[in-house]
């Protein structure tokens, strides 16, 4: 999970670097535009103020949708209220429970091979006519 949170910041500040508008800070500042022939990097392709700010927004949206699957996650993890004596107490008794469970299902297990003995006894006790 947070492999994609990560994945989604850096599509997120991949794409503001990219479709950024190109404005200057203060009054001496100037706008250097590199040929493409020269340029190491692609260079920046600023979209349209309104679908850029609208991109940004429904980025942001992403990032808090996926921090809040997170934590909810985070909130139904196992010993998160319980002291790690409760945490102890916890796997014994899911232990016994599975001691019993297992004991049950072998008592079937020799409940069922019986019954299948005797279905047996009685299959061919029978004579065809």
Do not use: C, W
């Amino acid at each position: 999970m947070d492999l994609q949170l990560a994945t989604q910041f850096i599509a997120s500040i991949n794409y503001i670097n990219q479709h950024h508008s190109l404005e200057t800070l203060g009054p001496r500042d100037q706008i250097v535009v590199i040929p493409k022939q020269e340029a190491d990097q692609q260079e920046v392709d600023p979209h349209p103020e309104d679908v850029f700010r609208a991109a940004q927004v429904e980025l942001a949206q992403d990032l808090i949708t996926k921090e809040q699957q997170i934590e909810l996650l985070i909130s139904v993890l196992p010993g998160l209220d319980n002291s790690e004596q409760d945490q102890e107490r916890n796997i014994r008794e899911l232990e016994e429970e599975l001691k019993v469970a297992e004991a049950q299902r072998q008592e079937a297990i020799e409940e069922r091979e019986e019954t299948l003995a005797k279905l047996d006894t009685v299959i061919r006790s029978i004579r065809r006519p």
